[in-house]
């Protein structure tokens, strides 16, 4: 489904309000999955549409929870991995959150989501 994302923090820290709007959305395809390595975890992914290597708009979360659901979006919280630029394949982990809305002018409310099982 595509969806606008919002990130609300930046290596972890929560960005104020006006900072999150003064950035903007990103836009792609989302999908929330079991996790393949650990299938009691979720992973939230915002891929660019049609593209078939599911190329990340942003990096995506890992352990996901969807925290909140309701009319005006979707808020989802999880861990990001980024390149820390040092050497390869070694990231650096942050907290971080999605407020995801549908696209202005998307008339179809998205499907629903399978919720992570109860630990």
């Not at 549409?49 to 005006?72: R, T």
Request: charged content about 25%.
């Amino acid at each position: 489904m595509k969806l606008q994302v919002y990130r609300l923090r930046e290596k972890g820290r929560r960005l104020p309000g006006g900072e999150v709007e003064r950035r903007g959305p990103e836009v792609g395809e989302f999908m929330y999955e079991r996790n393949n390595m650990r299938g009691r975890t979720f992973k939230a992914l915002l891929v660019r549409p049609g593209d078939m290597k599911n190329f990340h708009v942003i990096p995506l979360l890992d352990e996901a929870v969807i925290l909140k659901v309701d009319s005006q979006g979707m808020l989802i919280a999880g861990r990001e991995f980024v390149s820390n630029g040092v050497r390869k394949h070694q990231n650096n982990e942050y907290r971080q959150s999605w407020w995801c809305v549908l696209p202005q002018g998307a008339t179809t409310p998205p499907a629903p989501l399978e919720t992570p099982p109860q630990a």
